[in-house]
């Protein structure tokens, strides 16, 4: 009996430490990014070789482009609908439970698929589903997490993003690949570890119970007029962001999208898949060492003093690339941009978390989505621009793809100094001692006027 109160009091306190409440919280990321970097890196690719056998960069650029447009679209609606439900669950654990259920249903209509039709239908309804979940976990940190916590927690989210893609390419591609791939178990892992990471979530946490309001039941228009008020005046500094984040990750994707193709045509490596592989791997690595420190270090320096210094090393990893082209220099860069966007991905969630009204926390990060996936869907486009500069000239498309690169890497930089500090930032006194600053102060402030002032 007395061992049994002893346990339960060291569980109890555990739960009320703030990393292992961050971890309950993020636990559901590691999942996302499970599923989907086993999706679109192994699992479809492998699936459309199997199902059809011409056109298939086509049919695999066409589906992944329209399958981040509804991400784009369903994710902030989710979010706004979330933050405005009613629930013995509360506001976001009915979205989570309908968005993994259908999923589910969804990822095995796709693994199934014995043809084109059925295989788009599947992928289509499982973003869908899968951004139905994320649209309303993303509520979650600003709605249970204090806001001297927010570096913490986005710091471990960004943690668990990249264990997921670390673990989903380490399985999963040794599932798929070979003479024989096991899609089937492929797909039982894949719902396992996906559910798996989104019940410790939902089970773990403690959401308040939600309450009716006067505007609880609005339609789905009201919400989305009424949330996303960051398109309105008393938001710009929301926006700022998220058009510097937009401007930042279209500069990598595109640089991502098409690394393979460089590798072959300019670089004339012998084995460019693996090339990719290892760059991909460098930084991996490198983003989860700088994620987590990032988000901490910004809770004492300030957000805006860290993402400057992300933006400015990606843009000195991407002009490495553009100029230095040896291979056996591509790991270095990898790491140098690797670094940066560790730190960058962190910072920027939880200036986020810091700049949203927290009654539609949820609404308003679902738009940050529409930089995400708009960056990474644009980035795509960008593939018959370069075929078509490379037909005028040898290789300049490529040259072309890192100025452009290179380009929105700087003006991340330029508007992200326009936007208003949410934190205190440490600076050096005349005597030596430290000293904190307004966080208004600085390009963009307003004093001591709320960020989020306006709503």
Not at 85 to 92: D, I, M, N, S, V
Not at 158 to 165: I, P, Q
Not at 222 to 247: M, S
Not at 419 to 428: A, D, W
Request: charged share 10%; with cysteine.
């Amino acid at each position: 009996m007395a061992t049994h109160t002893r346990l339960h009091r060291w569980l109890a306190r555990q739960r009320s430490s703030p990393i292992a409440q961050a971890l309950t919280l993020n636990t559901v990321w590691f999942g996302v990014s499970f599923l989907w970097n086993a999706i679109h890196p192994i699992v479809l690719p492998t699936l459309l070789v199997n199902i059809r056998e011409d056109a298939q960069n086509t049919s695999y650029g066409l589906l992944t482009f329209a399958g981040l447009v509804v991400a784009a679209v369903v994710q902030p609606i989710s979010g706004a609908l979330s933050d405005r439900t009613t629930h013995r669950l509360g506001k976001r654990r009915p979205w989570m439970l309908l968005g993994l259920a259908s999923g589910l249903a969804c990822l095995w209509l796709m693994m199934l698929a014995r043809d084109m039709w059925a295989l788009a239908l599947g992928y289509v309804l499982l973003q869908c589903s899968s951004n139905i979940l994320h649209g309303a976990a993303q509520g979650l940190i600003p709605d249970l997490t204090p806001t001297e916590q927010h570096g913490l927690a986005s710091g471990l989210k960004n943690l668990l993003d990249m264990l997921g893609l670390v673990t989903a390419s380490l399985v999963i591609s040794r599932m798929a690949g070979g003479a024989t791939p096991q899609l089937p178990l492929a797909a039982v892992v894949i719902s396992a570890v996906w559910a798996a990471g989104v019940l410790c979530t939902v089970c773990g946490l403690v959401e308040p119970t939600t309450t009716s309001t006067n505007t609880a039941h609005s339609g789905i228009g009201a919400a989305l007029r009424h949330d996303w008020g960051v398109r309105g005046t008393g938001h710009g500094d929301y926006a700022r962001l998220l058009l510097a984040r937009f401007c930042l990750l279209f500069g990598v994707y595109v640089v991502e999208a098409f690394a393979y193709f460089y590798f072959v045509d300019v670089l004339h490596l012998a084995d460019p898949a693996k090339a990719v592989g290892n760059i991909m791997t460098v930084i991996g690595v490198a983003l989860i060492i700088s994620t987590v420190p990032a988000g901490v270090v910004s809770e004492r320096f300030g957000r805006r003093r860290l993402s400057l210094l992300a933006e400015g090393v990606v843009f000195c990893g991407l002009i490495g690339l553009a100029i230095w082209r040896a291979a056996h220099q591509l790991w270095v860069w990898g790491v140098v941009i690797g670094l940066g966007m560790g730190i960058f991905v962190s910072v920027n969630w939880a200036w986020a978390t810091d700049l949203v009204p927290k009654q539609q926390a949820a609404g308003y990060l679902g738009l940050s989505n529409l930089a995400t996936a708009g960056a990474a869907a644009l980035s795509r486009l960008m593939g018959p621009v370069i075929d078509l500069v490379n037909a005028q000239r040898h290789d300049a498309g490529y040259s072309l793809l890192f100025v452009i690169a290179i380009i929105g890497a700087g003006i991340a930089f330029f508007v992200t100094r326009g936007i208003r500090e949410t934190r205190q930032v440490v600076r050096v006194g005349t005597n030596g001692s430290d000293c904190e600053a307004d966080p208004g102060s600085g390009p963009g402030s307003a004093g001591d006027t709320s960020p989020i002032d306006g709503l």
